[in-house]
T-cell receptor, first 117, second 117 residues
């Protein structure tokens, strides 16, 4: 069975601070996919990044960076120089290919990030 | 281009009534997913369609829930004899098949907030 754990329920930082959101996953599959989604107060889930299990390269996109480590089953997300607009709930998710459920996402409970001026 | 749309955005109903939720996926997206987001359960997968076919309906919470998809496009999620525990945000997502796009990334609609009184 798959499981995604986001141990941090809420994080509060002051603008311009760096913040790392933790994600630990469990799966028995050798091929799987990891995702991060952002859910701002408006409610819509916004896709941020997808990684497959064969690609452990870290990725940087502007102020966002992701650290994927299979050895520790972690896929952490760092926001550098946080801004108020980064305030949202962030979800880590895991999927694999299954004929019955497609690539259904198994979500963590989410981390609520509050960035204050 | 247009994203995933859902209607209605909000639905308030009385216990015991039937409700129908609609999802319009992104044009060309053959895979469609329904999820439910509630405070107690977080984000949970309900059902997956590939084209008009749903291989596995076991993710639906009870036999009061049903879903269909027609023409490989619009999908409806129907809840019969609604109960208060059905109150949640129902999210729809769609994706291209990986053999076309090389990715299974799901794009979400804004959701339908269902309140059962």
């Amino acid at each position: 069975a798959q499981k995604v754990t986001q141990a941090q329920t809420e994080i509060s930082v002051v603008e311009k601070e760096d913040v790392t959101l933790d994600c630990v996953y469990e799966t028995r599959d050798t091929t799987y996919y990891l995702f991060w989604y952002k859910q701002p107060p408006s409610g819509e889930l916004v896709f941020l990044i997808r990684r497959n299990s064969f690609d452990e390269q870290n990725e940087i996109s502007g102020r966002y960076s992701w650290n994927f480590q299979k050895s520790t089953s972690s896929f952490n997300f760092t926001i550098t120089a946080s801004q108020v607009v980064d305030s949202a709930v962030y979800f880590c998710a895991l999927s694999d290919a299954n004929s019955n459920s497609g690539y259904a996402l198994n979500f963590g409970k989410g981390t609520s990030l509050l960035v204050t001026p | 281009g247009a994203g995933v749309s859902q209607s209605p955005s909000n639905k308030v109903t009385e216990k015991g009534k039937d409700v129908e939720l609609r999802c319009d996926p992104i044009s060309g997206h053959t895979a469609l997913y329904w999820y439910r987001q509630s405070l107690g359960q977080g984000l949970e997968f309900l059902i997956y369609f590939q084209g008009n076919s749903a291989p596995d309906k076991s993710g639906l919470p009870s036999d009061r829930f049903s879903a269909e998809r027609t023409g490989g496009s619009v999908s409806t999620l129907t809840i019969q004899r609604t109960q208060q525990e059905d109150s949640a945000v129902y999210l729809c997502a769609s994706s291209l098949p990986p053999y076309i796009s090389g990715t299974d990334t799901q794009y979400f609609g804004p959701g339908t907030r269902l309140t059962v009184l």
